[in-house]
């Protein structure tokens, strides 16, 4: 009690200490404001950072890449079992990619992975947009087109002898869609309307049914040839709006032609 009341009377008589209080308050302010916002930013570039690559990034200096990457990985893996938990193989190199239906031509940065792997050491499946809205449906196996056909409802009054009814997916696509739909919350539900550029509600950009086979077979299914998969990035398969946002323009499982240059003879 007796301290409060010196403090007090010090202060009533010394008005200029209060310059030295708020000093005080407000350098600890700084240093509060200053460790939250690199602390921040500290924990924002980890996150980023590990995002696209893995916690060790072992990389050769050449662009003839990393010498019997097999052997090595199977070493590690072997004599650190407990340390590590997944080891793959990238390799990247340059080309060039065309796209038939637009008779565009893009220079490329190529990224060879194995898909599962690579799922296992970083944060690489989250940002494909498709695997958002349809888990496990993004492979690089050799695959069709995609198109969307309807549900049928019987109407003998009509000269086809039915309707069409609901607009849906291949079985796969379908099927995820559902799964995601099933534990989504509803702001995401909402976003997915919003990246919405179908006609019956159903995030992504996919081919409608061929109208010469619309009569005969309205079901959804494969557009021929199967090819190999390739994942494309963002600015190759969208236009940035003023807004910032990005508008897509091919199609799920749209044709492309790819051409790279080895720089080893293996």
């Not at 350098?27 to 980023?48: H, P, Y």
């Not at 409608?208 to 619309?214: D, K, T, V």
Request: proline share 7%; net charge negative; with cysteine.
């Amino acid at each position: 009690m007796y301290k409060l009341f010196l403090c007090l009377r010090y202060l009533r008589r010394r008005r200029i200490a209060f310059f030295a209080v708020a000093a005080v308050c407000l350098c600890v302010a700084m240093v509060l404001i200053v460790v939250s916002v690199m602390g921040g930013f500290l924990e924002m570039v980890k996150e980023r950072s590990r995002g696209m690559l893995g916690d060790l990034v072992v990389e050769s200096g050449a662009l003839q890449g990393f010498p019997f990457y097999e052997e090595f990985i199977h070493r590690v893996k072997t004599d650190l079992p407990d340390e590590i938990h997944e080891a793959t193989p990238v390799i990247i190199t340059y080309g060039v990619l065309r796209f038939p239906r637009e008779q565009i031509t893009k220079p490329v940065q190529i990224v060879g992975l194995r898909l599962q792997e690579t799922y296992e050491v970083n944060e690489f499946r989250d940002g494909l947009f498709y695997e958002q809205y349809y888990p496990g449906t993004t492979t690089f196996e050799p695959a069709g087109e995609p198109f969307y056909g309807y549900t049928l409802t019987r109407a003998p009054d009509t000269h086809m002898g039915f309707t069409l009814g609901d607009a849906i997916l291949p079985d796969e696509f379908e099927s995820a869609w559902e799964r995601w739909l099933a534990q989504a919350s509803r702001r995401e539900k909402t976003e997915a309307e919003i990246d919405d550029r179908m006609e019956y509600e159903r995030p992504g950009f996919f081919r409608r049914i061929p109208s010469e086979r619309l009569v005969l077979d309205p079901e959804p299914g494969w557009l021929d040839p199967e090819l190999p998969g390739v994942i494309l990035g963002t600015d190759l398969c969208a236009s940035r709006l003023p807004t910032g946002e990005y508008e897509r323009y091919n199609w799920r499982g749209e044709q492309v032609s790819l051409t790279f240059v080895p720089f080893s003879p293996a």
